[in-house]
């Protein structure tokens, strides 16, 4: 149980364009989910929290014009890279913890989203 | 400022043996504690949890909690070369959907 699914797994786009990943919960709901990334050989770093059916909460430092963050529904929050440029390439994993579960369950991980700005 | 404690490493051990490895962290009214595992250019994956003082078993893993030391570990008996991944420890430190705190990883090696 607790599945994350998050896509696409990887993703090659060209310099001023934008990527939307999307990140659902395929057992569970979910209130809250999280988007981190990571950079090579470096820390997981939490970017945003996205909560369901209001504003994203953004970590300091994160542009929420540029990484814009919906929680459309009780599985569903997607990411969207707004005019990707090659800094923006990394590593970004979405995760959630199920509702029902309370303030001690764990996070889930979705897969990851590998992401190339040409 | 919360925080999550871990040796970077790398932490080498022989194969088969006992792999220990901790974490302390800052806040005193943290509540749950978790080990998640992550292969390189993989997502991490949860591997333990615990809750209350002592230790946690669960196959080749035990979890130890001292929460009056603020200190957890995890060792990871008979140690494989698959084992060789960065575990990150991570606590709940709030309530409701609050993230958890991530340490930044402790960079384990088995030599086969």
């Known amino acids: 149980g607790a599945v994350v699914s998050q896509h696409p797994s990887w993703v090659i786009c060209k310099s001023g364009t934008s990527v939307k990943i999307e990140c659902r919960s395929l057992d569970f709901q979910a209130t809250t989910m999280f988007w981190y990334r990571q950079f090579p050989k470096q820390s997981l770093m939490l970017m945003a929290t996205?909560?369901?059916?209001?504003?994203?909460?953004?970590e300091q430092g994160v542009e929420k014009d540029k990484f814009l963050i919906n929680h459309a529904s009780l599985t569903l929050s997607t990411l969207t890279v707004t005019s990707a440029h090659p800094e923006d390439s990394s590593f970004y994993i979405c995760?959630?913890?199920?509702?029902?579960?309370?303030?001690?369950?764990?996070?889930?991980f979705g897969n990851g989203t590998r992401l190339t700005v040409t | 400022q919360k925080e999550v404690e871990q040796n970077s490493g790398p932490l080498s051990v022989p194969e088969g043996a006992i792999a220990s490895l901790n974490c302390t962290y800052s806040?005193?009214?943290?509540?749950?504690f978790f080990w998640y595992r992550q292969y390189s250019g993989k997502s991490p994956e949860l591997i333990m949890s615990i809750y209350s003082n002592g230790d946690k078993e669960d196959g080749r893993f035990t979890a130890q909690l001292n929460k009056a030391s603020q200190y957890v570990s995890l060792l990871i008996r008979d140690s494989q070369p698959s084992d060789s991944a960065t575990y990150l420890c991570a606590v709940n430190a709030g309530s409701g959907n609050t993230p958890l705190v991530f340490g930044k990883g402790t960079r384990l090696s088995v030599i086969a």
């Open positions: 995760s959630a913890k199920p509702m029902t579960g309370g303030d001690n369950s764990p996070l889930h």
């Open positions: 996205s909560n369901e059916g209001s504003k994203a909460t953004y």
């Open positions: 806040d005193r009214g943290s509540q749950s």
